[in-house]
Antibody
């Protein structure tokens, strides 16, 4: 079964840090571009960052540049998001998602999401 | 990074046809096309169509995507109660090196 399972979410104070993890199974993780996409409560989807299959390219939405770092470990079939200097507006469900057909497809694999709440 | 434009809501009757639109520009939708996702309340999104307008395996033929210039469309025929959901378009902007999403359209099946 194709599966993505996120973990690491929780409650953190403004200025704090969290590291999200995403464990992949049931497909060849190393062939997928992977992304983190978030959804604030009651709001739409927002792409956060992505990483190429071999980790050689990484891109971020402007609002997280310099604060968040995406990484992957293909040997462990895992994706990560290190989040530093967290702000109230980072509160959201964070989804791990992947593209099996880069350049022409879309996000065809999704995890269930992990909730990050930034609040004092 | 500007987003794509979708109408906030669309309402159609059971077994009718709904066409959802997604407006971008020449650097996003006009260049790459748009993928379509459906999200039911409390669940993760699900891909309905890729940027090449192809349906992933297992997606009903009732869903068809197309593009004309900078506007992408998703047509859903024979509306069913389970089609009531939020629909998002998305694409990669090669100039911004960023994925962009539409704000989503809430489809109500009457």
């Amino acid at each position: 079964e194709v599966q993505l399972v996120e973990s690491g979410g929780g409650l953190v104070q403004p200025g704090g840090s969290l590291r999200l993890s995403c464990a992949a199974s049931g497909f060849t993780f190393s062939t997928y571009w992977m992304s983190w996409v978030r959804q604030a409560p009651g709001k739409g989807l927002e792409w956060v960052a992505n990483i190429k299959q071999d980790g050689s390219e990484k891109y971020y939405v402007d609002s997280v540049k310099g604060r968040f770092t995406i990484s992957r470990d293909n040997a462990k079939n895992s994706l990560y998001l290190q989040m530093n200097s967290l702000r109230d507006e980072d509160t959201a469900v964070y989804y791990c998602t992947g593209e099996s057909v880069p350049f022409t497809g879309g996000f065809d694999i999704w995890g269930q999401g992990t909730l990050v709440t930034v609040s004092s | 990074q500007a987003g794509l434009t979708q109408p906030p809501s669309v309402s159609k009757g059971l077994r009718q046809t709904a066409t959802l639109t997604c407006t971008g520009n020449s650097k996003d939708v006009g260049d790459q096309g748009a993928a379509w996702l459906r999200q039911h309340q409390g669940h993760p999104p699900k891909l309905l169509s890729g940027r090449d307008n192809k349906r992933p395996s297992g997606i009903s033929e009732r869903f068809s995507a197309s593009r004309s210039g900078n506007i992408a469309s998703l047509t859903i025929t024979g509306l069913q109660p389970e089609d009531e959901a939020d629909y998002y378009c998305s694409t990669w902007d090669r100039s911004l090196k960023s994925w962009v999403f539409g704000g989503g359209t809430k489809l109500t099946v009457l």
